[in-house]
């Protein structure tokens, strides 16, 4: 199993991807990240939430000297929304190294970005139209630039960003390394790649689809602290054989696991950071059904073969469509049903959208479990398995006793009683897990037009309107809208495209 140590990373950068949580590379990390280390050229087609960021940010940051005032490398984005979101990303990747990333966008205060960029940073990370702008200003200067990124470059190309995109190449100093990501090669981003990329490798990654009927999905839309009352009416209503919960984290793993030993389940969990003999120890309890939950990682369920896996809980929302297929894999196997539920905060409906186009699959929505369904379920699974034990061999030296105690009691008392018994106390111990951040989601293009201009921008899938860029072309309108002034502003928030 490849890991972030085998491509040679620096110490401060792996500390950094350890904390994120980060344990095997995605599918184009393990493509991207060696090729961009040796300096070459590269063409990477990969849908957005597939760990693109990563596989640029991680070389950037490998190469860049802390120490330096020079502006290194230049990435550009199609929308403000996701230049925050990369300049987040890499700030987070770089946290040990003292790496400085600003991101640079239009709608923003051109003279607060102006200081900033006095504070010398080592990546920009920024939309075309306003990279360009503060590259006519000479408040960028390009001399030192060694890597540019081109992210999400069909979508730029779609909103109308060639010309700009063609310019700042056009002055960037020939020695670079150029790296272009897009999920769709169109001719126009081959001919742009034939025309500022040298001899670049080419690495695809296409998601697998999702081919599994005999899968049943469904999501619930819980907040994140309510995530743990839900998973435990579920594992109460369904009393799975074996159940898999999926989370996204170590931490999160390790925190989930114990919770549920304190509510009486009996659960482990499996991440990387266990020991190959505590590995072979926790599977042979879930094998064996010595635990009947196990909570782990991505990277720990890679390979997991269990039959009779009934239930997978995705506790956490996966970063990538692949993820989401490979983990409900692990149940429905042999020709057998499963079951696989979602956890989906309100902020991350939109992503799971993404993974349902993707993986071309609807996942329909369930309503959230009550207390009621939990102890109705519960009462149901003890009562099956009551009558399981009535007339097997096991049970018959009991039934003296039991004669004895009919004349007693009353047979509706006792049975009430054997069955509390069985179905066990609740342990209501209140249990606080650390909250995870919520995945983004990639957004869909739309068009607006106003006073008979076209605009482009972004929405998320439940159609609300999002920021994004729009597409004024002449100058006098970009100043205006960007700062406010000069004139009445269309209705609605546009901004200068970037």
Known sequence: MTTFHDFGLEARILKAVTELGFEEPTPIQLKAIPVALEGRDLIGQAQTGTGKTAAFGLPIIQRINGTSDKLSALILTPTRELAIQVAEEIGKLSRYKGVRTLPIYGGQEIGRQIRALKKHPHIVVGTPGRLLDHINRKTIRLDDVSVVVLD????????????????????????????????????????????FLRDPEHVSVVPKQVTVPQIAQAYFEVPERQKFETLSRLLDMESPELAIVFGRTKRRVDELSEALQKRGYSADGLHGDLSQNQRDAVMRKFRDGSIDVLVATDVAARGLDVSGVTHVINFDLPQDPESYVHRIGRTGRAGREGVAWTFVTPREIDHLHFIERV???????????SMADAIEGKQKVTAERLLEAVGTEESNEFKGLAIQLLEQYDSVQLLSAALKLLTGEKNDVKIELTPEEPIRAKKRRFDVKVSGRKYAGYKGDRGSQRQGGYDQRDRKSRERVGSGQ????????????G
């Not at 960003?161 to 126009?188: K, W, Y």
């Not at 000069?486 to 495209?497: A, H, L």
């Open 486 to 497: 000069g004139g009445r502003k269309p209705r609605g928030d546009y901004r200068d495209r």
């Open 152 to 195: 999400e470059a069909d979508e730029m190309l779609d909103m109308g960003f060639l010309e700009d995109i063609q310019t700042i190449l056009g002055q960037l100093p020939e020695d670079r390394q150029t790296m272009l990501f897009s999920a769709t090669m169109p001719p126009n981003i081959q001919k742009l790649a034939e025309q």
């Open 359 to 369: 993986t071309r699959q609807r996942i329909p929505r369930k309503p959230l479990p």
